[in-house]
Nanobody, 115 residues
Framework: QVQLVESGGGLVQPGGSLRLSCTAS????????MCWYRQAPGKQRELVAV???????NYADSVKGRFTISRDNAKSTLYLQMISLKPEDTAVYYC?????????WGQGTQVTVSS
């Protein structure tokens, strides 16, 4: 079966950095469009960053210049490097894999930015 497993979340001070990882199994990872979403308490889930199978990327305006999405197809792993973190980045971060009508989600990893 398909599994997406996120890791790397935690508590960090404002201005700090974290790197999230998402390891996939059960899919041909390189074929999939991979995304990071986040959901803060009381808010809708929002798209943070996307990376296409060819490597091109897009970011939400709120994270441009601070977050970098990347993928290692040989390891079936998606990354999100986050720097200059702000309290408003606090959320559960989810990995998503998409191919045509197929969509798969990870279980999420909590990121808390607080002093």
């Amino acid at each position: 079966q398909v599994q997406l497993v996120e890791s790397g979340g935690g508590l960090v001070q404002p201005g700090g950095s974290l790197r999230l990882s998402c390891t996939a199994s059960g899919i041909i990872f390189s074929d999939y469009v991979m995304c990071w979403y986040r959901q803060a308490p009381g808010k809708q889930r929002e798209l943070v960053a996307v990376i296409f199978s060819g490597g091109s990327t897009n970011y939400a305006d709120s994270v441009k210049g601070r977050f970098t999405i990347s993928r290692d197809n040989a390891k079936s792993t998606l990354y999100l490097q986050m720097i200059s973190l702000k309290p408003e980045d606090t959320a559960v971060y989810y990995c998503n894999a998409g191919l045509a009508a197929l969509r798969y989600w990870g279980q999420g990893t909590q990121v808390t930015v607080s002093s």
